[in-house]
T-cell receptor, first 112, second 113 residues
Framework: AQSVTQPDIHITVSEGASLELRCNYS??????LFWYVQSPGQGLQLLLK??????LVQGIKGFEAEFKRSQSSFNLRKPSVHWSDAAEYFC??????????FGKGTKLSVKP | ETGVTQSPTHLIKTRGQQVTLRCSSQ?????VSWYQQALGQGPQFIFQ???????GRGNFPPRFSGLQFPNYSSELNVNALELDDSALYLC????????????FGPGTRLTVL
């Protein structure tokens, strides 16, 4: 079955430090991959997506992600974290029904 | 901000009752999906509608049902509510095609007592 794994439940970084959130998926030769962010009590906002082509994709708010087929990974990165980045981050895989299969999320806390 | 809206924002029901949640689609989006997000979990796919027909379903029982209207707005109905149905319910709309990006509404927080 298709699945998405986010190994880190909670990460704390200092403001201004770099960030990498991990995501692994279990299935698919040419996956559609997404990163969404969710602020407390809110819906999901799309940060970036990968469909094909360049394996390094740029998103909003200074985020980027790199697709690595050999590692079945799609890790999210940001060079310098801002306090407003504190939120929950979800990696998702495009399922065969056009649905999204989500990981369990990684909660990001930012220290001043 | 997406153009997807959901109502109500919050809802409290008791076990055994029925509930209807509503979603209005972003302009031009003809496909709507519903997701259930339990506390501390990622969203789980409930079902999807395209042109008023259900064309995809996750692992949810038949007491979860839906409708899509000609203007692409949608309803999620849940019968015989159980305590475990307490969750944030999210709708997402997109254009047709499996690669279409989904845009989420703010969600409806359902509490079942």
């Amino acid at each position: 079955a298709q699945s998405v794994t986010q190994p880190d439940i909670h990460i704390t970084v200092s403001e201004g430090a770099s960030l990498e959130l991990r995501c692994n998926y279990s299935y698919g030769a040419t996956p559609y991959l997404f990163w969404y962010v969710q602020s407390p009590g809110q819906g999901l906002q799309l940060l970036l997506k990968y469909f094909s082509g360049d394996t390094l994709v740029q998103g909003i708010k200074g985020f980027e992600a790199e697709f690595k087929r050999s590692q079945s990974s799609f890790n999210l990165r940001k060079p310098s974290v801002h306090w407003s980045d504190a939120a929950e981050y979800f990696c998702a895989y495009g399922g065969s029904q056009g649905n999204l299969i989500f990981g369990k999320g990684t909660k990001l806390s930012v220290k001043p | 901000e997406t153009g997807v809206t959901q109502s109500p924002t919050h809802l409290i029901k008791t076990r055994g009752q029925q509930v209807t949640l509503r979603c209005s689609s972003q302009s031009g989006h003809n496909t709507v999906s519903w997701y259930q997000q339990a506390l501390g979990q990622g969203p789980q796919f409930i079902f999807q509608y395209y042109r008023e027909e259900e064309n995809g379903r996750g692992n949810f029982p038949p007491r979860f049902s839906g409708l899509q209207f000609p203007n692409y707005s949608s309803e999620l109905n849940v019968n015989a509510l159980e305590l475990d149905d307490s969750a944030l319910y999210l709708c997402a709309t997109r254009t047709s095609g499996s690669a279409g990006t989904q845009y989420f509404g703010p969600g409806t927080r359902l509490t079942v007592l």
